[in-house]
């Protein structure tokens, strides 16, 4: 099993561009998250799908629309690019409520 | 005030070192509760599970204090491989998210 991937490993956009992160996950699980994390602010939920078919936001999702594509696959993306979106960004994956989340190793994002 | 909240350290300790961390949580709805270990600039990994009763693995131990809003994680006997941030980890009741602390930054010297 690969658990969660994650592409591309690094991104280097300029301001205005787009850019979909591609997340998959084949673990069979129901729950997906995206996740951004800063210096000094720990991981703050992007968007999050609870199940095939749905998708809620988190505490920040401007900025940024996702799709939960089929149960392994969630993607994040950045329709106009700004330097405030240079972060890390991490998806998650998740079988139900009162178990563990398992990370991907994240995509490093520097808008210019 | 945050809903999770953890102070950010970092702890310096030597080798052999007992260090403990605390963290309080704000939404007495809580259910789930965690421990996560970060290393740098890698992603987050379960460390451990929260049990009501407390439990322990190995040199970790975890507490939970309900009435307290309270969730600590003992280390024992450090080791210089347990250099890393440790991030306090809760999900409310009949939700989907996790809540995250900052996260405690630990670094163990020789």
């Known amino acids: 099993n690969a658990g969660v991937t994650q592409t591309p490993k690094f991104q280097v956009l300029k301001t205005g561009q787009s850019m979909t992160l591609q997340c998959a996950q084949d673990?069979?699980?129901?729950?997906m998250y995206w996740y951004r994390q800063d210096p000094g602010m720990g991981l703050r939920l992007i968007y999050y799908?609870?199940?095939?078919?749905?998708?809620d936001k988190g505490e920040v999702p401007n900025g940024y629309n996702v799709s939960r594509l089929n149960k392994r696959e969630f993607s994040l993306r950045l329709e106009s690019a700004a330097p405030s979106q240079t972060s890390v960004y991490f998806c998650?994956?998740?079988?139900?409520?009162?178990?563990?989340?398992?990370f991907g190793p994240g995509t490093r994002l520097t808008v210019l | 005030r945050k809903e999770v909240e953890q102070d950010p350290g970092p702890f310096n300790v030597p080798e052999g070192a007992t260090v403990a961390f605390n963290c309080t949580y704000s939404?007495?709805?809580?259910?789930?509760f965690f421990w996560y270990r970060q290393d740098c600039r890698k992603e987050p990994k379960l460390l451990m599970s929260?049990?009501?009763s407390g439990n322990e693995d190995g040199r970790f131990t975890a507490q939970l204090n309900r009435a307290s809003q309270y969730i600590s994680l003992l280390i024992r006997d450090s080791k210089l491989s347990d250099s890393a941030t440790y991030l306090c980890?809760?999900?409310?009741?009949?939700?989907?998210?996790?809540?995250f602390g900052t996260g405690t930054r630990l670094q163990v010297f020789p």
């Open positions: 998650a994956s998740r079988r139900g409520a009162s178990n563990e989340q398992f």
């Open positions: 673990m069979n699980h129901n729950s």
């Open positions: 799908s609870a199940s095939e078919g749905t998708t």
């Open positions: 939404n007495s709805a809580s259910q789930s």
């Open positions: 929260v049990y009501s």
């Open positions: 980890v809760v999900n409310m009741q009949n939700t989907d998210k996790l809540i």
